[in-house]
């Protein structure tokens, strides 16, 4: 017999609510600080929504109209002169070089930033921070016979820079033959060790490096709370554009991408089973929307910056119909790549 009572359907749909609200809440602080910016540089700010779709409240304050819509799947900062002509002296378009870039900028470094504060929360209840230190090996260990010793801080892993132990585990992961070149700081001197070998496991048809040592703790201070809140944030920066580029390297395949669905089934599934793993998974998150709409891709906000440090070079503007056409062109690419990659998200759920 099913069992459909309002308890179990509640127990089952809550956890993606809040998957649902967190995205919004990631989405309207990208638009807020575009508003902000907006409105600190004197542009006008016609629209600020959140939310999509049919209108459930609007009232005007100045000459801004806030909204609130029905489907809670974003929300948007609509201002004059955004993406065509305007005689309007506050327009965005005619405002000066430095001033647009600060408002297009200022969206990411919004998420940037709610990452930054994010990662400081998780770490308050921590009475220690783990180091890229080797402290001990496990018996037989690979990478101790292979030249890694106790006491070697590992700085580098294939010559990408390792801030903290968050990176060091993506960097251990699908190394196929088991075998990584390590950088360390031993005796303060930098070395490089090649072909430090471990055991590997394949979990999803990845492999990963079975980790044969622990690493050291440092004692929480104030010093070591604010160094590790700043290494933390770059190891989430570094593994986000690092997992971009093994993408795009074809490191990794399509099925290691997903989208806002894939996304919302997992934050989902981690609410159910521990909400206390949702915060670092949203920092995760907005860090990786800063990162990638920071990208110079047309219709993303990296696309906008292109143009405006080609007009600061040039001292020349390009002219409006032209961007507007790379900035429509590549949002019809970008939506058939969200199409696909969704598609794919709702085939995994439903196969």
């Not at 004197?42 to 629209?47: L, P, Q, S, T």
């Not at 981690?270 to 949702?278: D, E, F, G, V, Y």
Request: glycine content about 8%; overall charge neutral.
């Amino acid at each position: 017999m099913i069992d459909i009572s309002i308890g179990t359907i509640w127990g089952n749909v809550w956890p993606y609510l809040i998957a649902v609200a967190l995205f919004l809440i990631l989405i309207v602080i990208h638009e807020f600080g575009h508003f902000i910016a907006a409105k600190s540089v004197g542009v006008k700010v016609n629209e600020f929504a959140v939310g999509f779709g049919p209108k459930l409240f609007a009232k005007k304050l100045g000459d801004t109209i806030y909204k609130i819509n029905l489907i809670p799947l974003g929300g948007y900062c609509a201002m004059e002169g955004e993406d065509e002509s305007s005689v309007d002296s506050r327009a965005f378009c005619n405002k000066s070089a430095v001033k647009r870039l600060t408002v297009v900028v200022m969206g990411a470094l919004f998420n940037l930033l709610l990452g930054l504060i994010l990662i400081s929360v998780t770490l308050v209840p921590e009475e220690s921070f783990t180091t890229t230190t080797v402290d001990c090996f496990k018996e037989n260990s690979s990478s101790q016979e292979s030249g890694l010793m106790e006491n070697d801080k590992i700085v580098a892993v294939d010559g990408r820079k390792i801030y903290s132990t968050y990176d060091l585990s993506y960097a251990f992961t699908n190394i196929d033959d088991g075998k990584i070149d390590i950088t360390v700081i031993r005796n303060g001197e930098k070395k490089k060790i090649k072909n430090v070998e471990f055991e590997t496991e394949e979990y999803d048809g990845i492999k990963y490096l079975t980790v044969d040592f622990w690493v050291k703790a440092n004692k929480k201070t104030f010093v070591s709370f604010i160094s590790q809140t700043v290494k933390l944030s770059a190891s989430y920066c570094a593994v986000v554009y690092r997992s971009l580029f093994d993408i795009l390297a074809g490191k990794y395949g399509i099925s290691a991408v997903s989208g806002p669905v894939g996304t919302t089934v997992v934050i989902g599934n981690i609410a159910k089973q521990n909400l206390s793993m949702l915060l670092p998974i949203m920092a995760l998150i907005t860090i990786n929307l800063g990162l990638f709409n920071l990208l110079p891709i047309p219709a993303l906000d990296g696309g906008r910056i292109l143009f405006i440090i080609i007009e600061i070079i040039t001292r020349r503007k390009v002219p409006q119909k032209y961007e507007s056409i790379v900035h429509t062109v590549g949002f019809i690419i970008l939506l058939a790549f969200m199409f696909l990659i969704t598609a794919k998200d709702i085939w995994g759920l439903i196969k």
